[in-house]
C-alpha cells in the first residue's frame, strides 16, 4: 500500500503526514521558558494576490491617484484611520476592531527579491523561506519542532481549504477538512476500517501516524457535535461556511494550535473595482463576526487572527482595468492579546522596485513575532537580522 492510497477517497478527510527532510536534521531551539499550547492562532489566505492599495489606501498620495486614474479610492470613500491612510469601505465591519485596539495592519509586508509566480510565491509564504531556496516544511511545522506537546494532544492544527502546505512536515499533525458533516461521518468510518499491518518499517510508521490522528479525528467530531452554534451567523459564502467550521472547533475548545481558512478571487487581472471590494466585503464581514462569536464564547483573549498573501499587486492599473502582479502589502492581524494600530511604514512611492511596491516588514519576521510572542518559541525563519515586531501586547 503506497502513502497515496491511505488518503485516497476522503473528499471531505485528510491526514496531511510529516516528512522528514534535510532540513529536519538541524532543529533550531526552542526558547526558555513553557510554550504556550493553550494559544491558537487561525490563519486566513488570500488566494490570489490581495491588492494592497486598495485595500489600505494611501489617499493622501497623489502617485497612488495618478497611477491608478480607474481604480483609485476617492477619498470621500475612504476610512480614515489617519491623516495618510485609510480602509477600503467594504471593510467597514471591522471598524469596531480598529476602534477597540483588538485590530493591528502591518504595512507593507512582503520579501527580498519578491517572486511573481503564484505557485512559488505562495510556497515560500508557506515555508518561510527565502526566495533563493526551496524548503519542504510549513512554517508551523518548522515553528513546533522538536517541542513535545501535552499527552493528551493528537491534532495539532486543522485546514479548512485544500492549500495545506503551511502545516505539514515534520511530526506535526494536521486534519485538512472542508465540511462538518462529512468529516464526522468519515472519521466514524474510519474507526470501523482498522489499521493493515505493514513490513516496511517507513510505511508501518506513516500507517501508525495515520492510526493516531484517525484516532484522535474521531474525538474532534464527538467535541464539533456537543460545540455551540455561533451567536453571530456567517451566511451560506464559502468563506462564511469555513469560518462557521474554525468557530466550532474554538467554541467546542478542541486543543489545537492553528487553524486555516482561506478566501479565492483576488487575482484581479481585469475589471477589480467591483470584484475586490466584493470579496473584500466578505473578508470584513467574516472578520468581524468570528470577533463578535469568539468573544461571545470568551475565546478572543486565546485566538490570534492573520491574514497572507502570495504577493500585492503593481502600482499602476492595467489596461484591463485591473492589476498584475506585485510585491508587498498590508496584512491584518486581530485578537484580544493584539496591540492595535499601525505597525511598519507604508512603502515609499518614490522609491519603486521594477514598479512595485519594496517591503519594509519581511513576513519571517512576522511569522518569528508569532512564534516568540504568541506561543514562546525561538524562532528566526533563518532572516539574517530578525525583528521581533510590537503586534502583539
Known amino acids: ?61 497623489p502617485a497612488y491617484h495618478q497611477a491608478r486614474p480607474g481604480l483609485a479610492i476617492a477619498r470621500e470613500r475612504v476610512l480614515q484611520l489617519d491623516e495618510r491612510v485609510g480602509l477600503n469601505p467594504a471593510l467597514e465591519p471591522i471598524m469596531e476592531s480598529w476602534k477597540a485596539r483588538d485590530l493591528a495592519i502591518l504595512q507593507g509586508v512582503g520579501y527580498p527579491y519578491p517572486n511573481r509566480s503564484h505557485f512559488r510565491s505562495i510556497e515560500i509564504w508557506d515555508t518561510a523561506s527565502a526566495a533563493s531556496q526551496t524548503l519542504t516544511e510549513g512554517w508551523l511545522a518548522q515553528a513546533f519542532a522538536g517541542v513535545k506537546r501535552p499527552g493528551e494532544r493528537r491534532i495539532d492544527s486543522v ?12 511530526d506535526l499533525h494536521t486534519i485538512v477538512m472542508q465540511d462538518a458533516e462529512n468529516f464526522i461521518n468519515q472519521a466514524k468510518a474510519m474507526r470501523e476500517m482498522g489499521t493493515p499491518q505493514a513490513a516496511n518499517p517507513a510505511l508501518q510508521h506513516i500507517m501508525k501516524v495515520r ?10 467530531a464527538e467535541r464539533m457535535k456537543g460545540a455551540p452554534a455561533p451567536a453571530k451567523p456567517y451566511g451560506e459564502e464559502l468563506f462564511g461556511r ?23 478571487g483576488f487575482d484581479t ?10 470579496l473584500l466585503g466578505q473578508l ?15 475565546r478572543w483573549n ?17 489596461a484591463s482595468g485591473g492589476t498584475d502582479h506585485g510585491a508587498a502589502a498590508p496584512h491584518f492581524v486581530m485578537g484580544g492579546a493584539v496591540k492595535g494600530g499601525l505597525h511598519g511604514t507604508y512603502p515609499s512611492f518614490a522609491d519603486l522596485q521594477d514598479g512595485d511596491l519594496k517591503h519594509s516588514i519581511d513576513f519571517r519576521n512576522v511569522f518569528g513575532t508569532v512564534a516568540k510572542n504568541w506561543w514562546g518559541l525561538n524562532r528566526d525563519f533563518g532572516v539574517r537580522q530578525p525583528q521581533t515586531l510590537s503586534f502583539i501586547a
Not at 248 to 255: D, E, F, G, H, Q
Not at 271 to 276: F, N, S, V, W, Y
Open 1 to 61: 500500500m503506497l502513502r497515496r492510497d491511505l488518503l485516497a477517497g476522503l473528499s471531505g478527510f485528510a491526514v496531511a503526514l510529516g516528512t522528514h527532510g534535510a532540513w529536519a536534521q538541524n532543529r533550531p531551539t526552542v526558547a526558555p521558558g513553557a510554550p504556550r499550547f493553550d494559544r491558537i492562532l487561525v490563519l486566513v489566505e488570500l488566494k490570489g494576490g490581495n491588492d494592497g492599495l486598495n485595500t489600505l489606501v494611501p489617499f493622501a498620495e
Open 159 to 170: 485546514v479548512i481549504d485544500n492549500n495545506a502546505l503551511c502545516a505539514t512536515g515534520g
Open 211 to 220: 492510526a493516531e490522528t484517525h484516532a484522535a479525528s474521531l474525538g474532534l
Open 242 to 264: 469555513q469560518l462557521e467550521l474554525a468557530t466550532r472547533i474554538l467554541l467546542a475548545r478542541v486543543p489545537v494550535l492553528a487553524v486555516k481558512v482561506a478566501l479565492g
Open 269 to 278: 487581472h481585469a475589471g477589480q473595482r467591483d470584484q475586490h471590494e466584493r
Open 284 to 298: 470584513g464581514r467574516g472578520l468581524a463576526s468570528l470577533r463578535q462569536n469568539l468573544i461571545a464564547g470568551n
Open 302 to 318: 486565546d485566538v490570534l487572527v492573520m491574514t497572507y498573501s502570495e504577493f500585492g499587486r503593481r502600482v499602476k492599473q492595467n
